[in-house]
């Protein structure tokens, strides 16, 4: 299993596929539409987006967007028998959207089907038999999928990959989605975290796909004004939080962000003052003056050797501000240096107290 392409809804797909394209460097690929929806692809690395918005009341996208603001509708996932996945599903209880259909384009066979998760989430399940293209589903629900040529990575990607995907539900719910992804989807719980600040808190769950290519952290808000909270208030209910994708070099590739003016969350200088004071630090003067120029936050397993300190498993994460304007869905970019898996609780933790300094900023935390 693999993430193969991330459905926004939106109110304007156009405007959205120059967004993507002029601050995060995507390159559009194709357009489809209906009579009632309008459908952008656009592509960096493995990553590819759908952007639908509506062209009449009668779209699907308006029909979700008269219930939730704009966001991720659905998460679809390559798998290799769509039809056992979805037969699975089926037992284990997951409501099937649009049963299994067959489609043969351009010489490539597709079968895909769709499943209700949480909230107005979905995630569709696509199989292919030829592995040079990659599948882009059309946003206007007739039951069509295009196909286009498989994006490469090369050196003008700034983005590579999708990371992670995190997941916000209701409080009380975490164990009712982790249940949920583990009978429907056969993933496996990784790490857990219990974060708490003066103000507030929430529990998180990773879930992880069993070939490990999908990584799922699940959040549920531990007090009622957590920010998991607010964004399940905005967000009239559980849905995508923000998407985590993938860079080779974040010091470079956020330069070039900020140049563009993406908004990102600040980071104080008090906190690099603080890495630094941690056993293990593991950058030179050199490397920590360039990132903390750009606020990226900084997390590394502790060794004991200083072989293993001199190499030792690096994560480098930024987010964004909210990218629709209310405190719903932003991105995250991240570099994982020396096979650094999972995630760091120090960097969890600092986005936690960032967002909560944004809470405090719009008056929603006291």
Known sequence: MKIDSVHFYVEDAKTWRDWFVHHLGFQAVTRTSSFHTCTEVVKSGSVCFLLSSPLLPTSPVAEFLRQYPPGVADVAFAVEDVEAAIAHAKMHGATVLQPILEQNV??????????????????????????????????????????????????????????????????GNLERAVAWYENILDFRPQQVFKIKTDRSALHSQVMVSPNGNVQLPINEPATRNSQIQEFLDVNRGPGIQHIALRTTNLVSAIAKFRATGLSLLSVPQSYYTQLKKRPGFPLSDLEIQAIAQQQILVDWQEHTSLEAENNAPLL??????????????????????????????????????????????????Q
């Open 316 to 365: 480098l994460q930024i987010f964004t501000q909210p990218i629709f304007g209310q405190p719903t869905f932003f991105f995250e970019f991240i570099e994982r240096r020396f096979q650094a898996q999972g995630f760091g609780e120090g960097n969890f933790r600092a986005l936690f107290e960032a967002i909560e300094s944004e809470q405090i900023k719009r008056g929603t935390l």
């Open 106 to 171: 351009g010489g490539t066979s597709l079968k895909w089907s769709k499943i209700a998760a949480w909230g107005g989430l979905t995630h569709t399940l696509i199989e292919r038999e030829v592995e040079d293209t990659e599948i882009g589903r059309r946003g206007d629900a007739e039951n069509s999928v295009t196909v286009s040529p498989r994006p490469r990575v090369t050196a003008s990607s700034l983005i590579t990959a999708i990371d992670h995907i995190v997941l916000n539900v209701e409080i």
